[in-house]
C-alpha cells in the first residue's frame, strides 16, 4: 500500500496547479459559442463534448506531458515517506539516481551510474515528447 499512497498524495499535491491551468483555460472559451450550441438545441453533455472539449483541447495536450515529465521525475515525497522501502517498493527513477550518486552502500559514490541514468532519463523524456507531439499535432491544430 505504500506506492498508492505516495501517488495518491503527489496527486492531491499537484491537483492545484493543474485546477487553475484548466480554469484559466476555460475563461478563454467565448460564451457565445455556448448559446449558439443551445440555439442548436445542444444539452449540457453536448456543450462540454462538442463546445468546452475543443476549447481546452490544446490545454489537455500540453497539461499531459507536463504531467508525465513531472511524473517521471517524482524525488521528494518517497524520499521523505519512505526512502524507498519497504523492500524498494517505493524506489523511483529519481531516488534511484539520488542513491547512485549519494548514498552508496559501500561508503563511497557511483556518480558514473548516477550521471548515465539522469542523461537515460533527459534522452527518454526527449523522445516520448517529441513522438508525443507528433503524434498529437493534428489533434491541437484542430
Do not use: C
Not at 22 to 44: I, K, Q, R, S, W
Not at 62 to 75: E, H, M, N, P, W
Amino acid at each position: 500500500t505504500a506506492m498508492p499512497s505516495l501517488v495518491r498524495e503527489a496527486t492531491v499535491a499537484s491537483a492545484g496547479g493543474t485546477s487553475i491551468i484548466y480554469l484559466a483555460a476555460l475563461t478563454n472559451v467565448a460564451p457565445e459559442l455556448y448559446d449558439a450550441a443551445e440555439v442548436d438545441g445542444a444539452g449540457v453533455w453536448q456543450k462540454i463534448w462538442h463546445v468546452t472539449l475543443p476549447q481546452l483541447r490544446g490545454v489537455m495536450l500540453v497539461t499531459f506531458i507536463l504531467q508525465i515529465i513531472g511524473t517521471s521525475q517524482v524525488f521528494l515525497e518517497p524520499y521523505l515517506f519512505t526512502q524507498g522501502g519497504p523492500v524498494q517498493s517505493t524506489t523511483t527513477i529519481m531516488l534511484l539516481i539520488f542513491q547512485y550518486a549519494f548514498q552508496s552502500t559501500d561508503g563511497g559514490s557511483n556518480l558514473g551510474a548516477a550521471t548515465a541514468l539522469s542523461l537515460l532519463l533527459a534522452a527518454f523524456l526527449a523522445v516520448f515528447s517529441a513522438v508525443y507531439f507528433r503524434v498529437t499535432r493534428s489533434w491541437s491544430q484542430n
